[in-house]
């Protein structure tokens, strides 16, 4: 169908990233950080709080309900040593995270454990907090994490409000400090709703009343989607080539009028606030592909695989593709279309539904800077060398860009 991206080196993905360039706090006012705008080839510097400038007037832009849980747990081991554990997974597949958020007394989940060589097999790690005992105990390793079953005392409180009580929020990994007060509400857009990330949707940290009140003003449509960030969005690429790199998988959530939305905005400029953004309306496509070359099949929750669309097959107009999800909720009366999406976006992939990107500046090697080649091409690398050259501010608390696909 299209170019296969599993020959790409992520080594030709790179650049040199100054650490002093990592944006390690926010800046004051979330609209006041920088705003590249990339349209045709030209790259011109402004501030976020002018985004509606340079969006159309009955174009659709689409926000991340996600909300960050504070899925980082500091366990002691007998002798007083810490180990940290970073829930980012139901340990059932055929569950999700955030369904193990309503677990009571005891649950499992996938975990990176810090300092796991000093957790014995056999040992039960403790934490006490506000009159809770949480208990943690190691059972099987998966990949480069860890199944870990999790209980408590008192056992009526849901694994979410544990979190709540006992965790602390996963900041990447890549601003060398510890979570402070102000984190709990700034690493949290102003659009989340609806608890299950462990990585915030970090593009859509720059938004404020005031700059969605301008769009608004100006006749931009907006609506919203929820993916639910994993940890795999910091997991780098370490194979020679991504062949053999796993796409982590991640949780969409669609209501129904959103599908509306994109069948009516479709052709007239469609924006994506962030990667997860992109990567949930990109999917729906790909939902709609396999409703309509397999009629019949799927009753209740879909699964796009990485590889999905490098795989060749028919092509299926987007437009038909939006109609499949629309029909399919409507026959099966689904109120929200629930799947799950391991899609990698990578040069040679085929854009079907977003024709505008707003995100920040992403590590070198990672899926997310290859995302950000697919959608801009060659001049992937003019744009990073200009915000280099220019300070802007990089990764997760860093500056924003809105980039316009190339057609």
Request: proline letters at 4%; a neutral charge.
């Amino acid at each position: 169908m299209h170019n296969d991206p599993r020959s790409i080196s992520i080594q030709n993905y790179t650049y040199d990233l100054p650490y002093d360039r990592i944006a390690q706090y926010p800046l004051n006012e979330r609209d006041a950080s920088k705003l590249l705008v990339y349209r045709n080839g030209t790259i011109a510097d402004h501030l976020f709080s002018d985004l509606s400038n340079h969006l159309q007037s009955g174009s659709l832009i689409v926000f991340n309900t996600t909300r960050v849980v504070r899925a980082r747990l500091l366990m002691k081991r007998a002798t007083g040593a810490q180990v940290e554990i970073f829930c980012t997974d139901a340990s059932d597949t055929s569950k999700n995270f955030v369904r193990a958020l309503d677990e009571k007394g005891k649950v499992n989940v996938i975990a990176f454990v810090g300092n796991s060589k000093k957790w014995n097999d056999t040992e039960i790690l403790t934490s006490e907090f506000d009159g809770c005992v949480l208990s943690a105990k190691k059972l099987t390793p998966t990949s480069d994490q860890w199944n870990v079953e999790l209980s408590w005392t008192p056992a009526d409180l849901t694994f979410a409000e544990i979190l709540d009580r006992a965790g602390k929020i996963p900041l990447p990994p890549y601003m060398h400090r510890d979570e402070e007060s102000t984190d709990a509400e700034q690493y949290q857009t102003i659009f989340a709703t609806q608890k299950g990330s462990v990585a915030a949707p970090t593009a859509g940290l720059h938004f404020t009343s005031k700059v969605v009140h301008s769009l608004l003003t100006k006749g931009i449509k907006s609506c919203a989607v929820t993916l639910h960030v994993g940890a795999g969005t910091f997991k780098p690429v370490k194979s020679e080539r991504m062949s053999g790199h796993d796409m982590h998988r991640e949780q969409v959530i669609v209501d129904r009028g959103i599908i509306d939305e994109l069948i009516a905005h479709h052709g007239k400029g469609i924006t994506a606030v962030g990667t997860t953004t992109l990567r949930t309306l990109e999917s729906i496509y790909w939902f709609g592909r396999q409703l309509v070359l397999a009629p019949g099949q799927f009753r209740s929750s879909l699964f796009v695989g990485q590889w999905e669309p490098y795989e060749g097959g028919p092509d299926v107009p987007a437009s038909v593709a939006l109609t499949a999800v629309k029909d399919w909720m409507r026959e099966y009366n689904h109120d929200n279309l629930v799947g799950f999406t391991q899609l990698l976006i990578a040069p040679g992939y085929k854009f079907r539904i977003v024709d505008a990107l707003v995100t920040n500046f992403h590590q070198p090697q990672s899926t997310l800077l290859l995302l950000v080649a697919a959608f801009v091409g060659e001049d992937v690398r003019k744009i990073y060398e200009h915000a280099l050259a220019n300070n802007y501010r990089f990764l997760s608390y860093g500056d924003g860009s809105l980039l316009f696909r190339n057609q």
